[in-house]
């Protein structure tokens, strides 16, 4: 449909083109220095744009809530300098690292205008050097558990600094609970470990980029062996504290020694029939709850099982209910169905493990429950109806705050409520490995996208930041 003097369109491959049928050879040459096709520099693609995503997340802490908590003097002087003297370093270290590798990928593209002496399509010297330099922050990370405690206990007695807190996560912005912003940064050394491995397995020994991707690797693993009893700690503090923040009943759940396993969504069986509830099992009870009918997104508590002398069994033919089964313990037997059978498996296999783990615990359960809780417990959600359990919401003891009419329903609970499903702490930490290679495959998929759609004229692939600026990212997904 070009008219003569009229220039190709973007659009058509150049096999249709008006262009003169196949590109010449210069075109072809310049198609391929423009757009590599080596697997190192798709991985290098994808440490760059998860680097900007992951230096947002820095600046949600060191830029958005640090303005908030100066502008309403709501953070103690002792608390402010422990929290962001250990997470500022960090954030300029990324901050550099970020620009040397957009300064690296322009030069592998092709984009830059600085003279190219040497050979830059590699990213294992870059990788290498920063490693090494984030080796030496290391002492920060490890103070990150510190924080994240300090910064709960704080929430507590501190009333100005509770609101503040909970006003935050409110915030666009904040799009996760605050205190999973804390983890990032030993998240992130995860996923370093992860690139560099999957480099080294690229590369032949011999190649030119191997070992400086192999001192980087081994420099990485450093790190990740030393703090990976330091993230366990911090991911089941956080879920405990988060889970504190959205529970309504329950005034101590962070108790030491207490072990988030799984959350989900079972029914339970009531005199009203099947009812939908959150289930949350740790690794010492066994915690049931309702969605809130108040207009808030928390959860009410309705009991608790204690996991020492629970028993466990399937009961589908005595019930004649599909995925059934019985929870016996010294309090009371529930009867729970799960959606599927495979959630059901997932229910009692976890279910099991931490009760044999509570038997053979040696320590006679020191994570004591608040008075308060216990009476609330004693009542079965059998005997509240919807009415009442409104009236006691209106009337209760918990900070308004709580009663707000708006509150943060970007956490796990909620997903697994309205998709009726339920996630274990281990399903947490391996969707922290596999976001990357997410990222990896949809990076590879829009790369096939652009290749087809693009010319050698055509503005570099990946040139913007963030999923808005990938127009096939939604096909690829």
């Not at 501190?158 to 983890?183: G, S």
């Not at 399937?314 to 599927?340: G, L, M, R």
């Not at 009337?395 to 499903?421: F, G, P």
Request: proline share 3%; hydrophobic share 35%; net charge neutral.
């Amino acid at each position: 449909m070009n008219t003569a003097g009229q220039g190709s369109s973007p659009l058509l491959s150049p096999v249709l083109s008006d262009a003169g049928g196949t590109r010449t050879e210069e075109e072809e040459e310049a198609r391929r220095k423009r757009y590599p096709v080596d697997k190192a520099y798709f991985i290098a693609k994808e440490i760059l744009a998860t680097e900007r995503t992951y230096l947002k997340d820095l600046e949600v802490l060191t830029v958005w809530f640090r303005s908030v908590v100066v502008k309403e003097n709501a953070m103690p002087e002792g608390l402010m300098t422990l929290f962001f003297s250990n997470i500022d370093p960090i954030y300029e270290f990324h901050r550099g690292f970020l620009k040397e590798l957009e300064q690296r990928l322009a030069l592998w593209e092709g984009r830059s205008n600085a003279p190219t002496k040497g050979d830059y399509q590699r990213i294992g010297d870059l990788m290498r050097k920063n490693m090494h330099t984030l080796k030496e922050l290391t002492i920060y990370l490890q103070k990150h558990d510190e924080v994240l405690t300090e910064l709960e206990k704080a929430t507590k007695y501190i009333k100005k600094l509770e609101m503040v807190y909970k006003e935050f996560e409110l915030q666009k912005v904040c799009y996760l609970p605050l205190n999973t912003f804390l983890l990032k940064p030993i998240q992130r050394l995860m996923h370093y470990k992860l690139v560099l491995g999957r480099l080294c397995k690229h590369y032949t020994v011999d190649h030119r980029d191997y070992t400086d991707c192999k001192n980087a690797l081994k420099d990485v693993t450093e790190m990740t062996s030393q703090l990976q009893n330091s993230l366990i700690r911090l991911e089941n503090f956080q879920k405990l504290t988060e889970l504190q923040h959205d529970l309504l009943g329950i005034d101590n759940l962070a108790a030491s020694g207490r072990e988030f396993i799984r959350e989900g969504c079972l029914y339970k069986l009531t005199k009203k029939g099947l009812q939908q509830r959150m289930f949350f099992l740790f690794s010492d009870m066994l915690l049931y709850t309702s969605k809130g009918v108040t207009g808030t997104n928390q959860f009410k508590i309705h009991g608790y099982l204690p996991l020492h002398g629970m028993l466990v069994e399937e009961s589908e033919n005595e019930w004649s209910v599909p995925h059934c089964f019985t929870i016996y313990s010294a309090q009371k037997t529930i009867v729970v169905a799960a959606s599927t059978r495979l959630e059901m498996g997932k229910w009692m296999e976890d279910l099991n493990m931490a009760i044999e783990m509570a038997k053979k615990s040696s320590e006679k359960s020191e994570m004591s429950l608040d008075n308060s809780m216990c009476n609330r417990s004693n009542r079965s959600s059998d005997e509240v109806s919807l009415e009442q359990e409104s009236e006691d919401d209106i009337h209760s003891s918990r900070s308004s705050l709580d009663r707000q009419n708006h509150h943060r329903a970007n956490t796990t609970m909620h997903v697994c409520w309205y998709r009726n499903t339920s996630v274990s702490m281990t399903d947490h930490s391996v969707a922290v490995e596999f976001s990357a290679l997410l990222l990896f495959l949809q990076s590879f998929l829009l790369a096939i996208c652009w290749a087809r759609l693009s010319g050698p004229t055509q503005s570099p692939m990946f040139a913007g930041t963030g999923t808005r600026a990938y127009p096939c990212l939604t096909i690829c997904a």
